[in-house]
């Protein structure tokens, strides 16, 4: 059974940055994997995807500020945020090893 955790969430300063990590325990390998958010009373909505190959993909509010890699032999995968704002607020979700996390909270205020 695939279970995937999310961690480093929290509260940040606009202008700020957190590393998100979700790992995986019961897989081997992915060829997919990705970030995703979802904001109050808003649908869940893609942040980032990344590929075996390292191809990442990333919605165009969050290009430039928002970074995915991935770590195979750890079965985990980050996401970088630099220069956060209080739009990027939301709990973010992993998919990863076709599971999702329960999610993490990102709070961006002052």
């Known amino acids: 059974q695939v279970q995937v955790v999310e961690s480093g969430g929290g509260l940040v300063q606009p202008g700020g940055s957190l590393r998100l990590s979700c790992a995986a325990s019961?897989?081997?390998?992915?060829?997919?994997a990705g970030w995703y958010r979802q904001a109050p009373g808003k649908p869940r909505e893609s942040v980032g995807t990344i590929t075996i190959r390292g191809e990442t993909n990333y919605t165009d509010s969050v290009k430039g500020r928002f970074t995915i890699s991935r770590d195979n032999g750890k079965m985990t995968i980050y996401l970088q945020m630099n220069n956060l704002k209080p739009e990027d607020t939301a709990v973010y979700f992993c998919f990863l090893g076709g599971s999702w996390g329960q999610g993490t909270q990102v709070t961006v205020s002052s």
């Open positions: 019961g897989i081997r390998s992915f060829y997919f």
